[in-house]
């Protein structure tokens, strides 16, 4: 059985792959341009990653985040460079993510604008806390994480977090793929616990 991919418009505005000056550009191999354009191409899970800050919560939308081990369970996810979210996770030691539904592409852009604060990022959500972070209700499936380890690698860091608690629901991920959110259009089967 193939599983097809049905995209829908994405909302958010377009936006230059790289600004004038970026020091990607300085890099050796191809220019940041086509590096991005290779990685649009890869088509992943959407997730809001959240921490708890000094001001209280953060969270931003994160297309790559992947497993890493079932034993023990790690996940890995690749934070901007520079983001308050990633300052929270580091210093609180823990951070949840959150794979997103099919229908909650507005929850992923509100939490991808650069232009949000936090409150308005979690406005009108459904959160509550578990070890400490806010977890986001009505997602798909979330993992609160333990921080292992933080390392840079270009213009993000890879975020290695040990699974603390996890709860998995019923229903299709939203998907990114090609700068664009889409969906699974066969039937996805019911989670197993």
């Given amino acids: 059985m193939t599983t097809r991919l049905r995209l829908v418009p994405d909302r958010a ?3 230059s792959a790289t600004p ?9 191999g191809p220019d940041a341009t086509r590096c ?3 990685y649009a191409k890869l088509a992943a899970g959407v997730t809001v990653v959240t921490a708890r800050g000094p001001d209280g919560p953060l969270g931003m939308t994160v297309s790559a985040v992947t ?13 901007r460079d520079g983001s308050r979210t990633l300052a929270a996770v580091r210093a609180g030691r823990t951070f949840a993510v959150h794979l997103l ?27 509550r806390q578990v070890l400490g972070v806010p977890v986001l ?7 609160v994480c333990l921080t292992e380890d ?7 860091h890879l975020v ?3 699974v603390a608690a996890v709860h998995v629901g019923a229903g299709r991920p939203l998907l990114w793929h090609d700068r664009r959110f889409g969906t699974l259009t066969d039937p996805v089967p019911d989670a197993a616990g």
């Avoid at 209700?137 to 993992?143: F, H, I, K, V």
């Fill in 13 to 15: 505005s377009g936006r």
């Fill in 20 to 28: 004038p000056g970026d020091p990607l550009d300085e890099e050796p």
């Fill in 36 to 38: 991005l354009a290779l």
């Fill in 67 to 79: 497993s890493l081990s079932a034993r023990p369970p790690l996940l890995l996810a690749c934070l």
């Fill in 101 to 127: 539904r099919a229908e909650q592409q507005d929850l992923a852009g509100r939490f991808a604008s650069p232009a949000a604060t936090a409150a308005e990022r979690f406005a009108g959500t459904d959160t």
């Fill in 137 to 143: 209700a009505g997602s798909l499936a979330w993992s």
């Fill in 150 to 156: 933080v390392r840079r690698y270009g213009d993000h």
């Fill in 160 to 162: 290695v977090g040990r």
